[in-house]
């Protein structure tokens, strides 16, 4: 269809014959109306544009005769150069062979809106108004409204879908809800609802005055212009002020609310997902320096243990190589499981952060060299490998202290030793040796080999938990009485241990602050 072909183009001829009705006379002036409002709503737009290389148009008619505007819009809408042309044209044919050029770019603007008729260059050097304002529809359309895309519509469909879902619900807007693109903005209503639906802090709108159309299209378009920078490509009469208002300029007018709106939507979306991609981040660096962490304390414990069992530097005294004995052992039941348990932990870890980066589609979390798995585990076998010749070294060199006793009390050089002798050997090691001990041992025969003596002392060393050891143990430390400070056995023992024993109730009976051995005793092995 041509461009506004629904509007007669010489309405006085009627009216010179004497015919007009009074229909015909209101349509005729609707008509101005429109046209009017156009031309100014299509200038307006057009000098935005043009303003960017500091030019622009008084005359809508006229001012694209000679083609240099029209390129230059071209050109700047479409971020396109269209090659040479004539910048200062003196003839005719010069203005026509500019507007050539512009024209054989148009043609495929013509074609995507669907619309067949196209303003030639000489409608456009003759001041054809309305093949122009058909002219500037199309690059509007093309420009300003073809991008606009809203629940699966676009530009006209998808800018009125638009306007009534983000006006849907306002009192005087809705209902009936936006049909159209004039009468249903003639209140203003509509624009203060768009405004503030986006931007509440500009706008309350619940504090306009309804019944005033006027008042509320200056209000919406002073907010429009000053605080969200929309140009005022309409003016409050151009809507309250006629019976229909262009559809054209509101729809060229409404592109420019949507412009700004959904770039702030856009910001806004994009916001939340730089917000997304940062908590990500934050998250996966908290998993990659909970790894960090963790390998480092493995890697640290097992090198502390690895540099001991390298060493094999051992002690020259009983006491000593006691100390050592039990420190080995206490590896062996605790520390071991210590170091095992992080050495999961650390897998564990990895395991979370791999599966969360990929899922993610982020690249893969590389540990330095020394702190990746394979180091990690390779550093694990090795701790372990060296666990069985340290505790022979170890154990060759109680062996030798043991040899060293034995033989200095071994008067006879017999291999052998009496009672007493053994008695003597405990006292060199500060040990002590109960009679039901000695009878044990040397079960009515008057002496024992140095293997059986060996078999003795390593008995004294190993840490036993069963409970009659326990209770033989708690009874030294009591120095055999049915009780044990509580005070003193709190220097003794670690926090963790201590605050165990307080709360298993082996408290003595009738004494304050002190623990019953039996009970403690008992409560250690009782049923879990």
Sequence with gaps: AEYMGEHPTNPMSSLRRGSLALSEIASTLSDKEWEQTQIKTFTKWTNLHLAKRRLDISNIATDFADGINLINLLEIISDTKLGKYNKTPKLKIHEIANLNIA?????????????????????????????????????????????????????????????????????????????????????????????????????????????????????????????????????????????????????TYLAEYWKVFSADTKIYLSTRRLNRAINRRLVNSALRDEYMALAHEFSDKADHDIRLFEEKKFGNSFDVLRNQYFDFEEYKITTKSQILSLKVRVEAAYQALSVKLASEKFPPFSPPAG???????????????????????????????????????????????????????????????????????????????????????????????????????????????????????????????MNWVLSSGAWYEGEEGVIDVDKLTAALFAPL
């Design 103 to 251: 024209h054989e770019f148009l043609k495929a603007f013509y074609h995507e809106v669907k619309i067949k008729v196209i303003a030639s260059p000489e409608q456009i050097n003759e001041h054809d108004l309305k093949s122009i304002l058909g002219m500037i529809w199309v690059l509007i359309l093309r420009f300003s409204i073809a991008d606009i895309d809203e629940g699966g519509l676009a530009a006209k469909e998808g800018l009125l879908l638009w306007c009534q879902r983000n006006t849907s619900g306002y009192e005087g807007v809705d209902p009936p809800g936006i049909q159209n693109f004039h009468v249903s903005w003639k209140n203003g209503l509509g624009f203060a609802a768009l405004i503030n639906k986006f931007r509440p802090d500009l706008l309350d709108y619940n504090t306009l005055d309804k019944q005033d159309p006027k008042s509320v299209l200056e209000h919406a378009f002073t907010v429009a212009k000053e605080k969200l920078g929309i140009p005022p490509l309409l003016d409050p009469e151009d809507i309250y002020g006629v019976e229909k208002p262009d559809e054209k300029s509101i729809m």
């Design 371 to 497: 702190l990746t798995l394979e180091d990690l585990n390779a550093k694990w076998d090795y701790l372990v490998s060296l666990e069985q010749p340290y505790e022979q070294h170890l154990t060759t060199s109680l062996t030798d202290l043991f040899r060293s006793t034995f033989t200095h009390f071994d008067k006879n050089n017999s291999n052998t030793i009496s009672r007493d002798e053994l008695q003597a050997c405990f006292s060199s090691l500060s040990l002590e040796l109960t009679h039901s001990d000695a009878d044990k041992l040397f079960g009515g025969q008057d002496s024992i080999s140095f293997e059986t003596f060996v078999s003795c002392m390593m008995e004294k060393l190993v840490d036993s938990s069963d409970s009659k050891q326990i209770q033989e143990a708690c009874k030294i430390v009591s120095r055999d009485k049915a009780y044990i400070d509580a005070s003193a056995l709190q220097a003794a023992l670690g926090p963790r241990e």
